[in-house]
């Protein structure tokens, strides 16, 4: 069968996201997207091969030639219209981070539990060869029993207009970029943190335009999750150290704009890299139709995603911050 795609909103991240992947699998249409107002859907359907334009977002979750939905909206509206389209029978391939809070998160999940219809965030790095790779030597005790591990995502953003610095729609530096840093460390360890503490620099009252965290994992294990937007050169990296050694992941939430997984065990050193054409948003495309299709496994299933928000919640507490609001369920029981 083939997927049938429908977008909600224009955003910047879909054509890196979803349009260039789906052009190259053959499950995939296209189908539809809405935006704000007629105009702006009708030149993103031109300017990139989606099929229809349409009018609103309901319209597009009335279609009945849209089986799954695609949802890149600011954070703040990421649980309510998954909920919308999920209630409304499509598929949902919902942005990072989940929903603006804990809370939210589990309304949310508990709004579509029972549905026959796949809820995915979209965590694209966790499909990726680079990550599967590091977390398998880790399951498999390469470098013997962990005692540290750290994550940090940093990204230029200095435009202080930009969503991301917006308290109404959710924005933060842990909203937008700590929630991978979270993620990969709950992922590689395979456990749930506490968060020790936290240190925020920041925009305004309420924003972290930078924030670091200190978990404490079961079995000993001390953490770091860091991010900022604020930083004159970016970075994605993972370190865990261990009794045996060491494992060292760059690039890792988009490896494909470069990428190396550095091992050391009991002193030698090997280095590895994946190949560039092998891209996370088509990792993830490719889990996301056969969980459709076939009811293949859903790596970032709703669990998942309440425990990340759960620590982005506990980081803001402990930084002395508020925890995103909601604000979007307006017309949602």
Same mark, same amino acid.
């Given at each position: 069968?083939?997927?049938?795609i429908g977008?909600?909103?224009?955003?910047?991240?879909?054509?890196?996201?979803?349009?260039?992947?789906? !052009?190259?699998?053959?499950?995939?249409?296209?189908?539809?997207?809405?935006a704000?107002?007629r105009?702006?859907?009708?030149?993103?359907? /031109?300017e990139?091969?989606?099929?229809?334009?349409?009018d609103?977002y309901?319209?597009?979750?009335?279609?009945?030639?849209?089986?799954?939905? &695609?949802?890149?909206?600011p954070?703040?509206?990421?649980?309510?219209?998954?909920v !919308?389209? =999920?209630?409304a029978? !499509? *598929?949902?391939?919902?942005? !990072?981070?989940? %929903?603006?809070?804990?809370?939210?998160?589990?309304r949310?999940a508990?709004?579509?539990?029972?549905?026959? @219809? @796949? @809820?995915?965030? /979209?965590?694209? &790095?966790?499909h990726?060869?680079?990550?599967?790779?590091?977390?398998q030597?880790?399951?498999?005790?390469?470098?013997?029993?962990v005692?540290? /591990?750290s994550?940090?995502?940093?990204? *230029?953003?200095?435009d202080?207009?930009?969503?991301?610095?917006?308290?109404?729609? /959710?924005?933060?530096?842990?909203?937008d970029?700590?929630? &991978?840093?979270i993620?990969?460390?709950?992922?590689?360890?395979?456990?749930?943190?506490?968060?020790?503490? %936290?240190?925020?620099?920041?925009?305004?009252?309420?924003?972290?335009?930078?924030?670091t965290?200190?978990?404490?994992?079961?079995?000993?294990?001390?953490?770091?999750?860091?991010?900022?937007?604020?930083?004159d +050169?970016?970075?994605?990296?993972?370190?865990?150290?261990g009794?045996r050694?060491?494992?060292?992941?760059?690039?890792?939430?988009?490896p494909?704009e470069?990428?190396?997984l550095?091992?050391?065990?009991d002193?030698d050193?090997?280095?590895?890299?994946i190949?560039s054409d092998?891209?996370? &948003?088509?990792?993830?495309?490719?889990a996301?139709? =056969?969980?459709?299709?076939?009811?293949?496994?859903?790596?970032?299933?709703a %669990?998942d995603s309440?425990?990340?928000? =759960?620590?982005?919640d506990?980081?803001?507490? %402990?930084a002395g911050?508020?925890?995103?609001?909601? @604000?979007?369920?307006?017309? +949602?029981?």
């Amino acid at each position: 069968m083939t997927v049938r795609i429908g977008i909600l909103g224009a955003a910047g991240i879909t054509p890196s996201a979803l349009i260039e992947p789906a !052009k190259a699998n053959p499950d995939v249409e296209l189908a539809a997207v809405a935006a704000r107002n007629r105009a702006r859907a009708e030149e993103f359907a /031109a300017e990139h091969g989606v099929a229809r334009a349409l009018d609103s977002y309901d319209d597009l979750l009335a279609s009945p030639d849209v089986d799954a939905v &695609y949802i890149p909206l600011p954070n703040s509206a990421h649980a309510v219209w998954m909920v !919308k389209a =999920a209630r409304a029978g !499509k *598929h949902v391939l919902v942005e !990072k981070p989940y %929903a603006s809070n804990e809370e939210e998160a589990r309304r949310a999940a508990d709004a579509v539990a029972g549905l026959p @219809v @796949v @809820v995915m965030e /979209a965590f694209h &790095y966790r499909h990726h060869p680079l990550f599967l790779r590091a977390k398998q030597l880790l399951d498999d005790g390469a470098i013997g029993d962990v005692t540290t /591990a750290s994550a940090v995502f940093d990204v *230029h953003v200095p435009d202080r207009g930009n969503i991301r610095y917006n308290w109404d729609l /959710a924005g933060g530096a842990t909203m937008d970029l700590g929630c &991978y840093s979270i993620h990969a460390l709950r992922t590689l360890l395979g456990a749930e943190p506490t968060v020790v503490s %936290a240190e925020a620099r920041l925009f305004g009252s309420h924003i972290d335009e930078a924030l670091t965290a200190r978990l404490d994992f079961p079995g000993g294990v001390s953490a770091i999750a860091s991010s900022s937007l604020l930083e004159d +050169v970016s970075c994605q990296t993972i370190r865990v150290e261990g009794t045996r050694g060491s494992l060292v992941v760059e690039g890792f939430v988009k490896p494909q704009e470069g990428n190396s997984l550095t091992l050391t065990v009991d002193g030698d050193t090997t280095t590895e890299e994946i190949a560039s054409d092998v891209t996370s &948003y088509g990792e993830q495309l490719t889990a996301f139709v =056969a969980a459709v299709e076939a009811g293949g496994p859903n790596l970032v299933g709703a %669990a998942d995603s309440i425990a990340t928000m =759960a620590v982005i919640d506990a980081c803001y507490r %402990a930084a002395g911050l508020p925890v995103r609001r909601t @604000v979007a369920w307006e017309g +949602v029981a």
